[in-house]
């Protein structure tokens, strides 16, 4: 079974970056498409970004021109390049296929405060 590992988030003034990163344990991750996604306290998780195994990207209207994603498949990993963050950016952060389905791994937490 698939895991997946995120790292990366933490305590970022608004206007920040942070650079999160999501390691896949097996599983052909070079095939499918990837996915971040994050979940707010009292509200459902929302996807944020995709890449597909071609590298097109696609993002949320929030996030569009903000943030980056990216993969590396020799690394089995996916990064999400987050820019001028805003505190509507606190969230958790998860990775998964786009399709969702992998396991969901514990996440990172992303807050944006000053």
């Known amino acids: 079974q698939v895991q997946v590992v995120e790292s990366g988030g933490g305590l970022v003034q608004p206007g920040g970056s942070l650079r999160l990163s999501c390691a896949a344990s097996?599983?052909?991750?070079?095939?499918?498409?990837m996915a971040w996604y994050r979940q707010a306290p009292g509200k459902q998780r929302e996807l944020v970004a995709s890449?597909?195994?071609?590298?097109?990207?696609n993002y949320a209207d929030s996030v569009k021109g903000r943030f980056t994603i990216s993969r590396d498949n020799a690394k089995k990993t996916v990064y999400l390049q987050m820019n001028t963050l805003k505190p509507e950016d606190t969230a958790v952060y998860y990775c998964?296929?786009?399709?969702?389905?992998?396991?969901w791994g514990q996440g990172t937490q992303v807050t944006v405060s000053s």
């Open positions: 097996g599983g052909f991750f070079s095939y499918n498409a």
């Open positions: 890449i597909t195994s071609g590298e097109s990207t």
């Open positions: 998964n296929t786009l399709s969702r389905g992998w396991n």
